[in-house]
C-alpha cells in the first residue's frame, strides 16, 4: 500500500470535514486493491517464471543425456558392425584353410557351428560349387555383381545389408580369395542384425528417457531447422491439457541429425499460481470486508485518530511493521478505531505476504540482489553497494551475504570489471531494464543478466550461472570448426550434394581438381560442374549421384575415368560416392571423395614393371622367367632350349673395384645377351651374377652358337682393369614327355663345368691386374712390394722356413698391400697430415686384400696373412685388434718388413730415414708394436 498517498489523503481530511466518510472509504480501498493486484501479479509471474525455468533447465539436461547417448551408441554400432564382419571373415578363412574336405555337409555343419546363415564356395571362374542353400549350387554372378572384385584378384570384399541375388532376402556377405583364385563368400541374415543393433535404436532411448515421472512424453523429429535449443507452452488438443515443451537440436560429429522434443505437464505450475491467486484473493477479501466495516464506524475524534494513524503509517513507511498499532486507537467505537483495526489487520496481512513473497525470493533458483549505485560529482557512476541478497545469489557467485550487504562493490571485488559498473549504472539512472551475458573475470563465471531498477539509484539483478552452457556452446563451436577444417584440409577433393543432386560443399581440393570455385559451383547440379569420361573411349560415364540417390548404396567409378576440368582438360580420377542418411532413413544427400590417380597410376605402372624385371639391368626377373617357362613349355614351341650364364668372378670384382664397377659389368653383359638374343627368346636375371635365357623353337645347333658368339662378345668388353668372362651351358628340350626342370637342371650342370674349367684361370687375372693397377696408381708401389717380399724372404731363411713356406710369406709379402685398389689415389699420395676419416679409409685395404684373395684357389691362403699384416703385437693394430701369437707368424714378419720399407722409403709424406733410424724405430717398437723375437731376428740380418 502507497503510505505517501494515504498520508495526503488524511492531511486534507483533517483540513476539511466535508465529505470525509466518502474520501477516506474509497480511496484507500482503491489504493489496497492496487497494491493486493501488483504483489499478486507480481508473486504469479515470478512464480511461473521459476517453475517453467527449472522445467526448461530439466529438459536441456535430459536432452543433452540423450544425445550423449546416440554418439555413444553410434560408436558401439561401428563396433558390432566388426565384429559381425570378424565373424564373416573367420569363418571364410577356416573354409580356405579346410578347402581340401569340402562338402555340402561340411558347410552346413561349419554354419551351424559358426552362427553363420549362408556359406558359398567359388570356383576360380565365380562358379558356386558348394552351398548351404542348394538352390545357389552353379550360379554365377553377373557382370554388375559386387563379387565381381574378388573374381578379378581383390582378396577380401565386406558388403553392407543387401538383399540376396535369387530370393529377395537381406543378407550382410564378406568373402575371401585364397592364394589360388578360388573363395568363400559368407552371409548372416539382416533380422540377426537388427536383433543385435535394436538396442541402440532412437526409440529405445526416447522410451527410456520418457519413463521419468515428471515427463508427459519425449519425440523425436527430423527438424534441422533449429540448431538452438528452446522452450515453449502451447495447448494439446490430443492430451487436453497445457504442455510446456522444451526442443533440443541432436548433433553428432558437427551434423545436426535432427531435435529432440520432452514434453512437461503444466497442471502443477498452473495450480501452483492458482493457489498463490486464490491465497492472496482471501486475504484481500478479507482486508475489504473489514476496512468497509471500519470506514462506516467513523466519527468524532477525527483528526487525532488520523493523527495517530499518520504516525503510525510513517512507522510502516520506514518498512517497520512489527510496531502495532495502538490499543487505545483500536478500542475507539469510531471509524478511526475500525481504521486501526483494519489497519492493524492489513499490517498482519502485508507481512504475512512480504514474508511469502521473501520465502519465495529466497528459495528461488536465481540469484536475485538488490544494489545502490554511487556517482561521482559529475553523476556518473563509479560504484555501487550491496543492500540486500538471497540465498541463490550466494550459491551462483560464491559471495556470502553477511560479508557483502552494505559494502562497495570495489571492496568486495577489487578487480571487477568496469563494464559492469557502466551497465548497472545506466539501469539505475535511467529506469531501462536490460538483459545481458556477460563473463566475470573476478568470479570466472558466465552470467545471464537481467537488470532492473526499483528506485530510483537502484538496480536489482536476477542472475543465473550460464558456464556450463558456455563451455557446450564453445565445445560445438570447436566440433564444428574442427569438421570443417578437415574437411578443407583432407588431401582428397570432398564435393557434398543435397538430396536433389546439387552442390552444397566444395573443399578446395575439390575446385583444384575440377576447375570450379566452390561459390560459383553452389547450387549446380552435380553433373554440370563434375563430368566424367572414359579416359579412351571418351563416352560419358554414369552419373554417381544419380546412383546413390536411386540405391542407397556406396559407388565406386570404374576404371580408366576421366573427368573433364573446366578449362576442358582430362583428369584420370579414382572416386567414390556414398549416401547421406538421415534419423529415420532418408536419404538428404550424397558426398563424392574423388582423387588425381595419375601419379598413383604411375607408381602401379612402376610396380607391376620391377615385379617382373630386374631394377639394374632392366631384363626380366626370377619371378618372370618362372611364368615363363610354364607358359612356353609347350608343344607349339618345341624345341625349347634353354641357357643358364654365369659371370665368373663378379664378387671378386665387387671385392677390388667396389659394386659400382660390378654393377656397370652387369649392365655390360645384360646389353650382350640383349644383342645376341631374338625378339621371341626371353633373357632373365636370376639373382647375382646369373643369368637365363629361354629360347622356344631353337635347335641344339642354334643354341650352340647362341652360346659361342656370347661368350665371344663378352670377352671383348673393355672395363678398366676388369676381366670379363662368362660361363655358360644349355639343354634342350624335345618332347613334352621331357621335364622342363630336369632341363633347366642340365643347362646348369653344364654352366657349372665350363666354370670350374676356365673360372680359375681368369680369377688369377684379375689378381694380376690388380696388382698391374696399384702400381700404375701409386708412386713406387712396385719397388715398395718387392723389398717388403725380399726382407721377408731374408727373415724367413732366417728362421730355417722351408722351401715352401719361404715362398708363401714372399707372395703374402707381393700381396699385401693388394686392397689398396679401393683407395683413392690422391689420398695415398696426399702431402698433408692424413684426418682422421682419411686414416680411417686407408685403414679399410687390409680387409679389402683379405676379401679380395680368399675368392681366388691360388691365393687364398694368403688371406688372413694379408688381413692382419697391420695387427700390433699389444693388440692395439687394426682390423681385429688381435694381440701376440694370435696374429699369423707370417703377419708379424710382414709388420716388421713393411714398417721397415716404409720409413726408408721417400714418401710424398714424408722424407725417408736412414737405416740405422729405422733399425731404432724397429727396436723401440720390439714387444709393442712388433714380435720381440722376429723384431730382432731382423735387426740382427739387418
Known amino acids: 500500500m502507497n503510505e505517501r498517498n494515504h498520508l495526503k489523503i488524511l492531511n486534507t481530511l483533517y483540513k476539511k470535514s466535508l465529505s470525509f466518510r466518502a474520501k477516506i472509504l474509497y480511496l484507500p480501498l482503491m489504493v489496497v486493491f492496487l497494491a493486493i493486484i501488483t504483489i499478486a501479479g507480481l508473486s504469479s509471474y515470478f512464480t511461473k517464471e521459476v517453475m517453467l525455468n527449472n522445467m526448461k533447465t530439466h529438459g536441456f539436461h535430459i536432452a543433452q543425456q540423450f544425445v550423449e547417448r546416440l554418439e555413444s551408441n553410434e560408436a558401439a554400432e561401428i563396433i558390432l558392425n566388426d565384429m559381425i564382419e570378424d565373424r564373416i571373415r573367420t569363418a571364410c578363412n577356416i573354409i580356405i584353410k579346410n578347402q581340401n574336405i569340402l562338402s555340402n555337409d561340411y558347410l552346413n555343419e561349419l554354419s551351424k557351428d559358426l552362427k553363420i546363415d549362408e556359406i558359398y564356395w567359388f570356383d576360380k571362374d565365380g562358379e558356386i560349387i558348394y552351398a548351404t542353400v542348394p538352390g545357389y549350387l552353379g550360379w554365377k554372378p553377373d557382370v554388375n555383381h559386387p563379387l565381381n572384385v574378388i573374381i578379378q584378384g581383390q582378396s577380401e570384399l565386406m558388403e553392407d545389408i543387401r538383399q540376396d541375388a535369387e530370393f529377395g532376402n537381406y543378407v550382410k556377405y564378406g568373402a575371401v580369395r585364397s592364394s589360388d583364385g578360388t573363395f568363400v563368400q559368407a552371409g548372416i541374415s539382416a533380422d540377426k542384425i537388427y536383433e543385435l543393433t535394436?538396442?541402440?535404436?532412437?526409440?529405445?532411448?526416447?522410451e527410456d528417457m520418457a519413463s521419468n515421472d515428471d515427463i508427459l512424453y519425449v519425440h523425436v523429429t527430423d527438424d534441422t531447422q533449429n540448431r538452438i535449443p528452446y522452450a515453449s507452452e502451447?495447448?494439446?488438443e490430443s492430451l487436453g491439457e497445457n504442455i510446456f515443451d522444451v526442443v533440443y537440436p541432436i548433433i553428432i560429429n558437427g551434423n545436426l541429425m535432427g531435435s529432440v522434443n520432452i514434453g512437461y505437464p503444466m497442471k502443477e505450475a498452473r495450480a501452483a499460481i492458482a493457489g498463490n491467486i486464490r491465497l492472496i484473493s482471501i486475504v484481500a477479501s478479507v482486508v475489504f470486508v473489514v476496512l468497509i466495516f471500519i470506514l462506516s464506524k467513523i466519527s468524532d475524534r477525527v483528526i487525532k485518530s488520523i493523527e495517530n494513524i499518520k504516525s503510525h503509517l510513517e512507522i510502516m513507511a520506514a518498512g517497520n511493521f512489527t510496531h502495532e498499532v495502538s490499543e487505545s486507537l483500536i478500542q475507539k467505537k469510531d471509524e478511526f478505531g475500525d481504521i486501526a483495526k483494519s489497519l492493524s489487520t492489513t499490517q498482519k496481512s502485508i507481512k504475512n505476504i512480504i514474508t511469502d513473497h521473501s520465502m519465495l525470493v529466497e528459495k528461488m533458483q536465481l540469484g536475485l540482489a538488490v544494489h545502490e549505485i554511487i556517482t561521482d560529482e559529475e553523476g556518473k557512476p563509479v560504484d555501487y553497494r550491496f543492500l540486500s541478497a538471497n540465498s541463490s545469489f550466494e550459491k551462483l557467485t560464491g559471495l556470502k551475504r553477511e560479508e557483502i550487504t552494505g559494502k562497495r562493490a570495489f571492496e568486495v571485488l577489487p578487480h571487477l570489471e568496469p563494464y559492469w559498473v557502466n551497465a548497472y549504472?545506466?539501469?539505475?539512472l535511467t529506469g531501462d531494464s536490460k538483459e545481458f551475458e556477460n563473463y566475470a573475470d573476478e568470479l570466472g563465471k558466465w552470467y545471464q543478466v537481467v537488470?532492473?531498477?526499483?528506485?530510483?539509484?537502484?538496480f536489482a539483478v536476477i542472475i543465473d550461472d550460464i558456464s556450463n552452457r558456455k563451455k557446450m556452446e564453445d565445445l560445438l563451436y570447436m566440433e564444428k570448426e574442427n569438421f570443417r577444417t578437415t574437411l578443407l584440409s583432407i588431401g582428397d577433393g570432398v564435393i557434398s550434394t543435397d538430396d536433389k543432386g546439387r552442390i552444397i560443399l566444395m573443399n578446395v581440393i575439390a575446385e583444384q581438381l575440377t576447375g570450379w570455385k566452390e561459390d560459383e559451383a553452389i547450387g549446380k547440379n552435380f553433373a554440370d560442374v563434375f563430368t566424367i569420361v572414359h579416359e579412351y573411349t571418351m563416352e560419358p560415364c554414369r552419373n554417381l549421384v544419380e546412383d546413390v540417390l536411386r540405391t542407397g548404396e556406396i559407388k565406386e567409378l570404374a576404371n580408366h575415368t576421366a573427368l573433364i576440368r573446366r578449362n576442358g582438360t582430362l583428369l584420370p580420377i579414382e572416386d567414390s560416392a556414398a549416401p547421406i542418411w538421415s534419423k529415420n532413413g532418408k536419404i538428404t544427400g550424397v558426398v563424392i571423395v574423388f582423387r588425381d590417380f595419375t601419379e598413383k597410376r604411375e607408381k602401379h605402372n612402376q610396380i607391376e614393371y620391377l615385379s617382373y624385371h630386374d631394377y639394374l639391368t632392366g631384363l626380366y626377373n626370377r619371378r618372370y622367367m618362372e611364368e615363363a617357362m610354364k607358359r612356353i613349355d609347350t608343344v607349339e614351341n618345341l624345341p625349347v632350349s634353354i641357357m643358364v650364364l654365369d659371370i665368373n668372378g663378379l664378387k671378386l670384382t665387387n671385392d677390388a673395384f667396389g659394386h659400382e664397377m660390378g654393377d656397370k659389368l652387369l649392365k655390360?653383359?645384360?646389353d650382350i645377351l640383349k644383342r645376341a638374343c631374338r625378339p621371341q627368346d626371353i633373357i632373365a636375371r636370376m639373382g647375382g651374377d646369373e643369368f637365363s635365357i629361354l629360347m622356344p623353337n631353337t635347335s641344339s645347333e642354334q643354341a650352340l652358337n647362341m652360346r659361342d658368339s656370347i661368350i665371344k662378345e663378352t670377352s671383348k668388353i673393355d672395363l678398366e682393369s676388369v676381366i670379363v668372362s662368362v660361363a655358360?651351358?644349355?639343354?634342350i628340350k624335345t618332347d613334352t614327355s621331357q621335364d622342363i626342370d630336369i632341363i633347366i637342371k642340365n643347362a646348369e650342370n653344364s654352366m657349372y663345368e665350363r666354370k670350374m674349367k676356365y673360372g680359375r684361370a681368369m680369377r688369377s687375372q684379375v689378381i694380376e691386374n690388380v696388382l698391374r693397377s696399384i702400381n700404375l696408381k701409386y708412386d713406387n708401389e712396385q719397388i715398395h712390394t718387392e723389398r717388403v717380399a725380399e726382407y721377408c724372404e731374408l727373415m724367413a731363411k732366417e728362421m730355417n722356413f722351408s722351401d715352401r713356406e719361404i715362398y708363401t710369406i714372399k707372395h703374402a709379402g707381393i700381396l699385401h698391400d693388394i686392397g689398396k685398389i679401393i683407395i683413392p689415389p690422391e689420398l695415398l699420395n696426399k702431402k698433408e697430415k692424413l684426418t682422421n676419416d682419411e686414416f680411417d679409409i686407408i685403414k679399410k685395404h687390409s680387409e679389402t686384400g683379405y676379401h679380395i684373395l680368399r675368392n681366388t684357389y691360388e691365393y687364398a691362403g694368403l688371406a688372413?696373412?694379408?688381413?692382419?699384416?697391420?695387427?700390433?703385437?699389444?693388440?692395439?693394430?687394426?682390423?681385429?685388434?688381435?694381440?701376440?701369437?694370435?696374429?699369423?707368424?707370417?703377419s708379424r714378419i710382414i709388420a716388421i718388413a713393411d714398417a721397415y720399407e716404409a720409413m726408408t722409403a721417400n714418401r710424398p709424406y714424408q722424407v725417408a730415414k736412414s737405416k740405422e733410424e729405422a733399425l731404432s724405430e724397429i727396436k723401440r717398437g720390439s714387444g709393442t708394436q712388433f714380435d720381440p723375437e722376429i723384431a730382432e731376428v731382423f735387426l740382427k740380418i739387418m
Open 198 to 206: 535394436n538396442q541402440f535404436s532412437y526409440q529405445a532411448i526416447a
Open 425 to 428: 549504472g545506466e539501469v539505475a
Open 728 to 731: 655358360a651351358g644349355y639343354d
Open 864 to 890: 688372413k696373412i694379408v688381413r692382419h699384416h697391420h695387427e700390433r703385437f699389444d693388440g692395439k693394430g687394426y682390423p681385429d685388434k688381435l694381440k701376440g701369437h694370435e696374429i699369423p707368424l707370417e
Open 234 to 236: 502451447y495447448y494439446s
Open 451 to 458: 537488470a532492473y531498477s526499483p528506485n530510483h539509484n537502484q
Open 668 to 670: 655390360k653383359v645384360a
